[in-house]
């Protein structure tokens, strides 16, 4: 078991923590248009060789300038667990989509909110700060506003999601830990790799005429798969673990869930998706709720 999750960004200046957050929320908004690029694609690939081809590529352009930078087998070997943890959870929300809404998954994968600080008091050993319920709880809250205040069903795709939320709990905390361990590229590239090979047997059951258009796509293909590797995994997972080097994991686990309020306003803008008035109230709840965490330091959480 790791130690007590490192303290040192706790004493980082305002600006930097500033920053740093910051980064993060960027982050979301790349993923966040990342998601209505998946969901403009997906009529022509599968979502499974789509996010194959964006963690693929990612890794082609990051690890030729992250391998050999003083990296332990240890520390490789994490970096492609904490990969191989985001590869998978993708994938089990690509599957709960098959039996329940994507309100419902968007939800339920938000339970990271709670499983992450849970999961930090568990390895110190000590009750996470009174103030992270309440701003986890009005974060989901505001989720809940976010996706229209659906209702639920149990169904097979609803434990999917749950699995998700774990895989997701997993690697916030494991890039933690790991981005101030190691360089940032190092840490983005061998992600992208972990997440790539997870993904490998799953695309190698398409059939041959499904690759075929993937061969054949056009200018908007590609260029939308290009978008999803460079921004949406190169650049995004940079920031990631820039910024989680410099904030606290509980901190990290809010402002990724701003992440279905950028997909809501974009897919309004791109695909005329609508954005009713109680979704923008559901996301001024959760970055309301970010606001509240942020002051809480990190030594508490």
């Known amino acids: ?61 990051l690890l030729p300038v992250s391998i050999g930078r003083g990296l332990t087998a240890k520390n490789i070997g994490a970096a492609l667990g904490i990969g191989a943890a985001i590869g998978f959870g993708v994938l089990l929300q690509a599957w709960g989509m098959q039996s329940v809404s994507v309100d419902q998954v968007a939800f339920i994968t938000a339970l990271y909110v709670i499983f992450t600080p849970l999961s930090i008091g568990i390895l110190r050993r000590q009750a996470p700060a009174w103030p992270i319920w309440p701003a986890a709880t009005l974060s989901l809250f505001g989720l809940w506003m976010l996706q229209g205040g659906m209702g639920f069903h149990l169904a097979l795709g609803s434990w999917l999601s749950l699995g998700a939320a774990i895989g997701f709990t997993g690697q ?25 090979l997870i993904l490998t047997p799953f695309i190698l059951m398409h059939p041959t005429e499904e690759v075929g258009a993937l061969l054949k796509g056009g200018f908007f293909l590609w260029g939308h798969l290009l978008f999803l590797a460079i921004a949406g995994a190169v650049i995004a ?54 606001g509240w965490i942020s002051q809480v330091s990190e030594g508490e959480q």
């Open 237 to 290: 997972f940079w920031l990631q673990v820039w910024g989680q080097a410099r904030i606290s994991p509980t901190q990290a686990a809010l402002a990724f869930n701003i992440e279905p309020a950028w997909t809501a306003l974009f897919a309004w803008l791109a695909i005329n998706q609508t954005l009713t008035s109680l979704g923008i109230a559901g996301a001024l709840i959760v970055l309301l709720s970010l």
């Open 1 to 61: 078991m790791q130690p007590p999750i490192p303290t040192r960004a706790a004493k980082a200046a305002p600006k930097i923590s500033g920053a740093a957050l910051g980064a993060v929320i960027l982050a979301t908004a790349i993923w966040g248009y990342s998601n209505v690029v998946i969901r403009q694609s997906e009529f022509t690939i599968p979502p499974s060789l789509i996010l194959w081809i964006r963690f693929a590529l990612a890794a082609v352009i």
């Open 172 to 196: 916030i905390i494991g890039t933690a830990m790991l981005s101030r361990k190691m360089p940032a590229m190092s840490l983005a590239g061998l992600q992208s790799l972990g997440a790539a």
